[in-house]
């Protein structure tokens, strides 16, 4: 059984697919995407309990992807995990709705156990 429903938006494949084997070795569900295309389908389709979002993310862009999930019926509930690796959108993400920001490269142990703590609230 899964513990939770995460929902990966990187863009570069090569950091998603590493990511995605992690947290299915930790026993999350996981779904990647390196695009927003279809975003409104996949929150609906897999109603993620956290969402873990690049800055980079084309072609909505972080800010408008999570302005778009915290009106959704489907990922206003989610936390959603900012990350990046220049620093910046960090106001601007959080006033969209970012619960919490990561810096990249990810250290692995900061990551799941912020991951696990978000999870855990909802």
């Known amino acids: 059984m899964y513990k939770k429903r995460i929902l990966l ?15 299915k070795d930790e026993g999350y569900q996981c779904k990647t995407r390196t695009t927003t295309h279809n975003l409104p389908d996949l929150l609906a389709e897999f109603q993620p309990n956290a969402i873990l979002i690049a800055r980079q993310i084309p072609p909505m862009g972080v800010i408008s992807a999570i302005e778009y999930i ?15 690796g220049s620093g910046q959108s ?33």
Do not use: C, W
């Open 70 to 84: 915290r009106q959704s019926p489907y990922g206003r509930h989610a936390a959603v995990i900012y990350m990046t």
């Open 9 to 23: 938006l990187e863009p570069k494949i090569h950091v998603s697919k590493v990511l995605e084997s992690i947290l």
């Open 90 to 122: 960090i106001a601007e993400a959080t006033s969209a709705g970012a619960n919490i920001t990561l810096a990249k490269p990810l250290d692995l142990t900061k990551f799941l156990f912020t991951l696990e703590n978000f999870t855990n609230l909802n």
